[in-house]
């Protein structure tokens, strides 16, 4: 979704085309940049990278209070949305509502629609939107039939259609090349070779999730599927505790089995997994982003033994902390 900052200017936005002073969330090297903040509904970010084969944006927004933005969905063949923090909720004009919670993606194809983004809680959301234009998708078209719906004549579909019938889980192999896509510090002149490899990467992840079949229904109310949803938002943000199945289950008022199998209902993988990878992706982005040392960061983390994580998060991205550039520092980790 592309906002107007002409828009965002007539509602007292104050409007820039950088980062705001201090800004500490993840950036995307190389993007156009789109920062509106209001003293009364909060700070909106768009990076942007694009080029004749697919764009890539992503949407940070701290929401003081509840609002509505007006934008519009850019025409592409195939686009990826992701809930990364909280809950999306786009209304396009003429297809309908995109609504995912955390960890969960749908995939779009569509004309240029006028759409608008809800907001119904303060708090930060965060969203990553990839669009492809043909030439990427071809050499995935034989593999991964679901394509074959996108080239028929749109006049069939008229506005535009989604691929997958309803919101899905994106898995750990997808959130993590979110992860490895914000934190690209290429040289420019090679980071439109690495962003072409990672969001081909990505978009085959998102399209084995979508050949997947459901995960059977697990007999939850909804109010225990609310608490589990709230439970697994919460807890998957921090980063320096040790969380028992048993624990959540007992907060949620669920026997263990039933918690579990919700959990990865809800979220499309096991908690610990997910847990694990929360804490690797926010060790990375403390190394990157900080000047704390790696033992600090062994500890946010919840790792007594530096020599512990660092095999850890070595296992988990192929590569130890000592290759995570510094922001211009030295790097002695090991």
Request: glycine share 6%.
């Amino acid at each position: 979704m592309q906002f107007d900052s002409a828009q965002l200017g007539a509602k007292a936005f104050q409007v820039e085309h950088r980062l705001p002073d201090g800004f500490a969330g993840r950036r995307l090297a190389g993007a156009n940049i789109l920062a509106a903040q209001h003293p009364l509904f909060g700070t909106i970010i768009q990076q942007e990278f694009s080029n004749t084969q697919y764009s890539i944006r992503y949407h940070f927004f701290d929401v003081l209070q509840p609002f509505t933005l007006k934008g519009s969905q850019a025409a592409a063949r195939l686009t990826s949305f992701l809930s990364v923090r909280s809950t999306l909720d786009y209304d396009i004009q003429g297809i309908g509502n995109v609504y995912l919670r955390q960890g969960q993606f749908a995939l779009l194809h569509n004309e240029e629609r006028p759409a608008v983004a809800n907001f119904f809680k303060a708090k930060p959301h965060e969203f990553m939107e990839i669009s492809w234009m043909d030439e990427p998708l071809q050499s995935l078209f034989n593999p991964f039939r679901l394509l074959e719906k996108l080239f028929e004549p749109l006049s069939k579909h008229r506005h535009g259609f989604f691929l997958s019938p309803k919101p899905r889980p994106a898995g750990i192999q997808a959130l993590d090349g979110v992860g490895r896509i914000l934190n690209n510090v290429q040289d420019p002149a090679i980071s439109r070779h690495f962003f072409e490899a990672q969001t081909k990467e990505f978009l085959l992840w998102l399209l084995i999730e979508s050949g997947k079949r459901d995960i059977p229904s697990t007999q939850l109310t909804q109010k225990q599927r609310d608490l589990i949803t709230a439970i697994g938002n919460r807890v998957l943000g921090i980063y320096d505790k040790e969380f028992q199945l048993a624990d959540l289950a007992q907060e949620a008022g669920m026997n263990e089995t039933s918690f579990k199998n919700g959990f990865r209902e809800i979220f499309g993988d096991s908690f610990s997994r997910l847990h694990m990878a929360a804490r690797m992706n926010e060790a990375r982005r403390l190394l990157a982003e900080t000047r704390l040392s790696p033992k600090q960061i062994a500890q946010m983390v919840n790792y007594k033994l530096t020599t512990s994580f660092i095999t850890r998060f070595r296992e988990h991205f192929n590569y130890p902390p000592s290759a995570v550039p510094r922001d211009g520092m030295n790097n002695d980790t090991e």
